[in-house]
């Protein structure tokens, strides 16, 4: 567990990287950061050549999504934190995102589309506290947990990167295309058939999560 404090040494941190949810929650990560730093990058371009904002308009309007992805941040968390759930939550996010990206990329009208930037951006930052306690709540170890944040950084930049080349207001709408976060329902979802049937056999007594007595995973 995390507990007793484990002595360093190379085979007990490579045996981490056997474990394939370490892969699930690095890619998450990286998905999640290639749509907030397209998005993020690209915003006073959108809004001034997608929309047809001035210069100063364009970078004004920037800021306010981000005042308001505070109230669904809060919110999530405190549902999360309340009935234990993670994946749910990041799951409602990322529907959240997908109906906002539609509406950036494909909606006529300028206030329906800037409302889209907000919904998007509350589902992305809100995500970003979901998947922390998503991956912080289903791993033990403090080796693990060394190799998992490192993995999952490593991960969300090079999701910095891809995101850079990734959306441009020029493309538009056809770049507005939120298939990272489709990805990443499909990842929650197996991650949920995975700790039920894990859950399930350690409830039965024939399964010890984690190497930890009585360890059971959030979902």
């Known amino acids: 567990g995390d507990v007793i404090p484990a002595p360093f040494s190379w085979p007990e941190v490579f045996r981490h990287f056997l474990d394939p949810k370490l892969y699930g929650f690095a890619a998450s990560f990286f998905l999640l950061n290639l749509v907030s ?6 915003l006073p371009i959108i809004l001034q050549n997608g929309m047809g904002f001035s210069t100063n308009k364009a970078i004004l309007l920037s800021a306010p999504p981000y005042y308001y992805a505070v109230i669904p941040v809060i919110i999530s968390s405190r549902i999360g934190d309340k009935y ?5 939550v990041i799951t409602f996010n990322s529907l959240s995102l997908i ?3 539609i509406m950036l990329g494909f909606a006529d009208q300028v206030t329906v589309r800037y409302i889209g930037v907000y919904l998007a ?4 930052v809100s995500n970003w506290a979901a998947l ?3 991956q912080a709540s289903n791993i033990t170890g403090q080796w693990k947990r060394s190799v998992v944040a490192a993995s999952i950084t490593a991960c969300n930049g090079l999701g910095g990167v891809a995101g850079q080349l990734g959306f441009r207001a020029t493309l538009l709408p056809s770049a507005a295309r939120p298939d ?3 990805l990443i329902i ?3 979802a197996a991650f949920s058939v995975f700790f039920y049937i894990a859950n399930s056999k350690q409830k039965a007594g024939k399964k010890v999560i984690e190497e930890t007595d009585n360890f059971r995973y959030t979902y």
Request: net charge positive; glycine share 14%.
């Open 37 to 42: 730093t397209s998005l993020s990058y690209f």
């Open 84 to 88: 234990r759930l993670r994946g749910p």
């Open 99 to 101: 109906a906002g990206f």
């Open 121 to 124: 951006t509350g589902a992305y």
């Open 132 to 134: 922390n306690g998503y």
């Open 180 to 182: 990272s976060h489709i």
């Open 186 to 188: 499909c990842i929650v």
